[in-house]
């Protein structure tokens, strides 16, 4: 059975910094991308973050360049966001996902597998 789950959200106070994880199973993800995307209540799933399936090419939401930073270790089959400089428009529940493809994609239509989402907080 195919898992990704997420973990390491939570309550911040503006700021402040979380890094979230994603650890996989079920099978490799070390050959396709993956991303990051948030849904804040009401509104859609946004893209957040991605990075190509070796980690040479990252890429990111305008909203979150410069602050947050996404990076994979796929001997571990896990992926990272660090996300520093919290706002409280950056809260929502984060998702992980993998890519149909080796290179990044910002589509939602373009991730086969998904998380169960972490939801993180940022307080004013």
């Known amino acids: 059975q195919v898992q990704l789950v997420e973990s390491g959200g939570g309550l911040v106070q503006a700021g402040g910094s979380l890094r979230l994880s994603c650890a996989a199973s079920?099978?490799?993800?070390?050959?396709?991308?993956m991303g990051w995307f948030r849904q804040a209540p009401g509104k859609e799933r946004e893209f957040v973050a991605a990075?190509?399936?070796?980690?040479?090419?990252?890429d990111y939401a305008d909203s979150v360049k410069g602050r947050f930073t996404i990076s994979r270790d796929n001997a571990k089959n896990t992926v990272y966001l660090q996300m520093n400089s919290l706002k409280p428009e950056d809260t929502a529940v984060y998702y992980c996902?993998?890519?149909?493809?080796?290179?990044?994609?910002?589509?939602?239509?373009?991730?086969?597998?998904w998380g169960q989402g972490t939801q993180v907080t940022v307080s004013s």
């Open positions: 990075i190509s399936w070796a980690g040479g090419s990252t």
């Open positions: 996902a993998a890519s149909y493809f080796g290179q990044l994609r910002r589509r939602t239509y373009d991730y086969g597998y």
């Open positions: 079920g099978r490799t993800f070390s050959n396709v991308a």
